[in-house]
């Protein structure tokens, strides 16, 4: 976004003053929001959203609370070596048990939250004999996992056509626009909606100034949540978080059959009846990558008929079910798949966390202590620290 002379002069002249202001209402932005409070609740801290809690994908996704990475663990040790696969593997079941600790806790049914663990399944057995060494490796790291044999798929999830898969024991599923909003009750911070932020701008007492459509905010720090969006607020981000769409769909109910949520190929697609029993399908980016890419939140033909399609020929309990929904929303691809933390380079006040890969709900709340840490000089696993693009 940019602003004219006259935009800009004719904007509120009430500055507004706080400690730290966060620019993104997402999950990333709330939960940072909350162990900035919980690290030093004095502090005053405002979250800055252009649109809505929630607006971007963090209100658009399907709610997988997914361990490790959107890849498969053996493709993960080869790319980043066992220790830190390993690390990066341990991180999320970390941020899994931060959430129900400290924000979901005895009330997971208000947020759709579920236990029951997620499967990826494989449709060739290519795809099948990695998921059996995946769960080899992971038995000798003590992570629960089982492998499921084709002939058990259908009374499992009543999908077809699938040869074999992995089920990875502790993983869980929530409604995400319920869980930003719970963590926005958590957080304490003032949120102000309907504000788009465009520039950060210095002042010669050392504060930032966030320029927004609504006027300016003035903070000793600003903390970018933007993930998909940080480009458009700053340039650094334009090789490094790539914003990539994802589009899905709903189905009306059925009555229950799935005992939990499903990835396919390669975490390219995934599926999941909600507790209501509509069924929830996205993915397929893979039929139009060149167009899947950008700030556009809209629906396209191939991709959408690729989604309804599976669904006829996989998912036969839908086959008479209505289309209720369709949307895309937009995701931060990070350059080397993993998030990341950290200041600026030419700015130690302005600190980020984004770059979640399409895997934001399964990494956010811990990669934002995290942040919390960077901010007050702590370390943080180098993985994650945006100190490694140099
Ligand atoms: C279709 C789809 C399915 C997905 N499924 C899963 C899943 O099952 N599991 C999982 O872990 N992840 C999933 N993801 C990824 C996950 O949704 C994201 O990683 C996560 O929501 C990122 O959260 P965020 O708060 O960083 O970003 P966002 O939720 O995108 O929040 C950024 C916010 O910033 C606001 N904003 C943008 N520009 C400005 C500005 N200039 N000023 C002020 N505000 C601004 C936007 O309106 C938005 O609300 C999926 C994503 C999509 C799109």
């Keep these: 976004m940019s602003t004219s002379y006259w935009l800009d002069r004719s904007s509120p002249q009430n500055r507004r003053t706080y400690d730290a202001i966060i620019v993104g ?104 004999a990695e998921l059996k060494k995946v769960s080899e490796i992971m038995s000798s790291l003590k992570i629960r996992t089982e492998i499921i044999e084709e002939k058990d798929i259908p009374s499992r999830v009543g999908a077809r056509g699938f040869v074999g898969g992995i089920k990875y024991l502790d993983d869980a599923s ?30 010669s007492e050392g504060t930032r100034i966030l320029k927004t459509d609504q006027g300016d905010f003035e903070a000793a720090m600003i903390l970018m949540n933007l993930n998909g969006y940080s480009a458009r607020l700053h340039p650094w981000f334009k090789d490094k978080i790539y914003a990539t769409r994802g589009q899905c769909l709903m189905m009306e109910a059925v009555p229950r059959f799935m005992d939990a949520p499903c990835y396919a190929n390669f975490y390219l697609d995934y599926f999941r009846q909600i507790p209501s029993g509509e069924l929830l399908i996205g993915g397929f980016r893979q039929v139009e990558k060149e167009t899947e890419v950008g700030y556009s939140d809209h629906t396209t033909e191939p991709i959408q008929n690729a989604l309804y399609e599976f669904v006829v020929s996989h998912l036969p309990q839908f086959k008479d079910a209505k289309v209720t929904h369709r949307w895309s929303g937009v995701m931060g691809f990070a350059r080397d798949g ?34 919390i840490d960077a901010v007050f000089g702590r370390s943080v696993p180098d993985w994650l620290s945006a100190r490694r693009f140099g």
């Design 25 to 128: 209402g997402g999950i990333s932005g709330l939960s940072t929001a909350y162990w900035l409070k919980k690290e030093d609740p004095s502090l005053k801290v405002a979250v800055v959203e252009k649109s809505r809690l929630a607006f971007g994908a963090s209100g658009r996704n399907a709610g997988f609370i997914t361990g490790g990475s959107v890849e498969h663990f053996n493709r993960m040790i080869t790319k980043h070596g066992l220790e830190t696969a390993t690390a990066i593997w341990r991180f999320a079941q970390e941020n899994l048990r931060l959430l129900k600790e400290e924000i979901i806790q005895d009330q997971g049914a208000p947020l759709g939250f579920e236990q029951n663990g997620a499967y990826s399944l494989a449709a060739q057995p290519t795809e099948f």
């Design 174 to 203: 929530v409604n995400p626009v319920a869980l930003v909003h719970r963590l926005h009750e958590r957080a304490g911070a003032d949120l102000f909606e309907g504000t788009e932020a465009y520039a950060i701008e210095s002042t």
């Design 338 to 371: 993993e998030p990341m933390v950290g200041a600026l380079p030419d700015d130690n006040q302005v600190f980020f966390a984004g770059g979640y890969t399409a895997h934001g709900i399964g990494l956010s709340f811990h990669t934002t202590k995290c942040l």
